[in-house]
């Protein structure tokens, strides 16, 4: 990331975080949920082993994604964010990222 970026990247993550949730098909009320719930993005380290070896093993997942796209030049972010919510992830009993927002916002901004 880029300098600007990273002094932006609270409103660079809310950005990329709406595109996500249209893209994978959420309703506006459910949007403007999320956005206005997580109006405040905190990066801080975890004391969850399993959670961080989730999160090693995406990275791991995402640079192979990238590999075969023929580098990151040349990879589409929005297809491997789509592919990375549908692995199974232990730390929430294999079950699908996207499943469970889907199931957790179901009743959101109703």
């Known amino acids: ?3 600007p970026i990273l002094e932006n990247f609270e409103e660079v993550f809310r950005l990329g975080l709406f595109k996500s949730l ?6 506006e009320p459910q949007v403007e ?27 791991f997942q ?8 023929g580098g990151l030049a040349n990879a589409d972010l929005s297809e491997i964010n789509r592919q990375v919510n549908r ?8 079950k699908v990222s996207i499943d469970e927002l889907k199931r957790l916002l179901a009743d959101a901004g109703r």
């Open 87 to 94: 692995i199974p992830m232990s730390a929430i009993k294999y």
């Open 22 to 27: 249209m893209t994978e098909g959420f309703g």
């Open 62 to 69: 995402v640079k192979v994604m990238i590999c075969g796209m």
């Open 33 to 59: 949920y999320v956005l206005r719930e997580h109006q405040h993005i905190v990066i801080a380290r975890t004391n969850s082993r399993s959670i961080l070896g989730s999160m090693n093993d995406l990275a």
């Open 1 to 3: 990331m880029k300098k």
